[in-house]
């Protein structure tokens, strides 16, 4: 079947780098992306990557894998408002939209 | 203002009432969905339609029923509210071209005594 597995939270402290990483089993898919979803608000698009590499958007940036069968999303300098929960989202070939479980980040001072 | 708005964005119903909640968008995308998320738990697809004449069913379909009345409004109806269909609900839009790059609205929040 397909899925998309996240760590269920990461933490961190102010200052650093976190990467958080989706791994996902699909034959085929058209792209993937990256959301941020403080409590009780709406998810946030973050980034996409629809080829392999490095998409870079500020302190945040996504790669892709399709050789890896993964993607990950990379936080730099963090700030205590990056504490939120961050998704990934697949496009399969079918356009059947699938969501990842969602990982908890908690920065601390 | 707002690209994707949602109506009411609180709302608290009894049991067996018949309640809409309404969407709208600014983006002029064709694609918008309805999702519900429990507390602790990721997004739930019940619902998108790819156009005003084009509307599927997502994972968790019953017990609700929608209507595309423009491109730009996309209404979620309970027929007969449960306890269990409390949830906050969004809407989103995404164009044809990249559907994994979704909008979102923000959200609505529901309460059925």
């Known amino acids: 079947g397909q899925s998309l597995e996240q760590p269920s939270e990461v933490t961190a402290v102010e200052g650093a780098i976190v990467q958080i990483n989706c791994t996902y089993q699909?034959?085929?898919?058209?792209?993937l992306s990256w959301y941020q979803q403080h409590d009780g608000g709406a998810p946030t698009f973050l980034s996409y990557?629809?080829?392999?590499g490095l998409e870079e958007t500020g302190r945040f940036s996504s790669f892709l894998s399709r050789s890896d069968s993964y993607g990950y999303l990379l936080l730099q300098e963090l700030q205590m408002k990056d504490s939120a929960s961050y998704f990934c989202?697949?496009?399969?070939?079918?356009?059947?939209?699938?969501f990842g479980s969602g990982t908890r980040l908690l920065v601390r001072p | 203002d707002a690209d994707v708005t949602q109506t009411p964005r609180n709302r608290i119903t009894k049991t067996g009432k018949r309640i809409m909640l309404e969407c709208s968008q600014t983006?002029?995308?064709?694609?918008m969905y309805w999702y519900r998320q429990d507390p602790g738990l990721g997004l739930r697809l019940i619902y998108y339609?790819?156009?005003?004449?084009?509307?599927n069913k997502g994972e968790i379909s019953d017990g609700y029923s929608v209507s595309r009345q423009a491109q730009a409004k996309f209404s979620l109806s309970l027929e007969s509210a449960i306890p269990n269909q409390t949830a906050l609900y969004f809407c989103?839009?995404?164009?044809?071209?990249?559907?994994?790059?979704?909008?979102f609205g923000p959200g609505t929040r529901l309460l059925v005594l």
């Open positions: 699909t034959s085929g898919f058209y792209g």
């Open positions: 989103a839009t995404s164009d044809a071209s990249t559907q994994e790059t979704q909008y």
């Open positions: 983006k002029g995308h064709d694609r």
């Open positions: 989202l697949l496009g399969d070939s079918s356009y059947k939209l699938i």
């Open positions: 339609s790819f156009d005003v004449k084009d509307i």
């Open positions: 990557n629809a080829l392999d």
